[in-house]
């Protein structure tokens, strides 16, 4: 393909060299040879713009053509989703967990509904949590991590202080049944609205007392973040699945759950 920042580069220098050309030949040179000298500097400029339109054409069909069959792949995918996905975890149960606030549950609950799993619950975190500050966040954070790990793990939050556990409540909310036996936890990802490592600081001790509990997880997360938690959840060893919203992301999380279930 084109290198256009090389023809960029060339077009700059070009006309850097004839700035530098017009101030010299101003002092030195006859009118007449400075007339024709810019003239074939002004022709080999006009050249390069002219290839630089070209190649810029060029480039505009080929994304336009790619888009095009992005678009005819992925309406096939969704056409024969359905039947690549039938059946295909039949019998096995799973809980999800969101712990990016931005992230819309319906499609992936639909692929699950399409494979056959039986959806247990989904415990998500409410957008309120990144609104707060980071020195208060991080001193919420481990008590209400217990909090997630409990209902995962136990089906209840009994055991956590009272007072807490009404706060902690609002920050996340809680659909379908507990307690439920689960045969393994999504665990949905990625952050879309501030730079801090929350990757760090919540889904990593999340997913390592969940893991604790013999519990098995599935790290993934949708294609629009602009903070990708992948890194993070590769790091805890577990199975991940990038662009989970993608018809090649709902076949590979099945596939990675078919194959976890079968060990």
Do not use: C, W
Not at 112 to 139: R, V
Not at 144 to 166: H, R, S, Y
Not at 207 to 233: H, L, M, Q, R
């Amino acid at each position: 393909m084109v290198d256009l920042r090389y023809h960029i580069a060339t077009v700059t220098a070009l006309f850097l060299a004839l700035g530098i050309g017009i101030f010299i030949g101003s002092t030195v040179i006859s009118d007449d040879i400075l007339i024709r000298e810019q003239e074939q500097i002004v022709s080999i400029l006009e050249k390069e713009f002219d290839k630089l339109r070209d190649e810029n054409r060029i480039l505009k069909t080929s994304i336009l053509d790619l888009e095009e069959n992005l678009r005819f792949y992925n309406e096939l995918g969704e056409e024969i989703f359905p039947i690549l996905a039938r059946d295909k975890l039949s019998g096995y149960k799973l809980g999800i967990v969101i712990t990016n606030p931005d992230y819309t549950a319906g499609n992936l609950l639909e692929t699950i509904k399409e494979s056959g799993a039986e959806f247990s619950y989904l415990i998500s975190l409410s957008k309120e949590l990144y609104a707060l500050e980071k020195s208060y966040l991080e001193a919420l954070l481990p008590g209400m991590i217990q909090d997630l790990a409990d209902l995962i793990v136990k089906g209840n939050i009994t055991e956590i202080d009272v007072d807490k556990i009404d706060f902690s409540q609002q920050l996340f909310n809680v659909e379908g049944q507990l307690p439920a036996k689960v045969d393994y936890v999504i665990v949905i990802g990625g952050n879309t609205r501030a730079s801090s490592n929350y990757a760090k600081i919540l889904d990593y001790p999340l997913i390592k007392k969940i893991t604790g509990a013999n519990i098995k997880v599935v790290g993934a997360e949708g294609s629009d973040v602009e903070f990708s938690y992948i890194p993070t959840y590769k790091a805890l060893n577990i199975p991940i699945v990038d662009n989970v919203d993608s018809i090649f992301g709902k076949l590979a999380l099945i596939k990675i759950l078919e194959t976890i279930s079968n060990q």
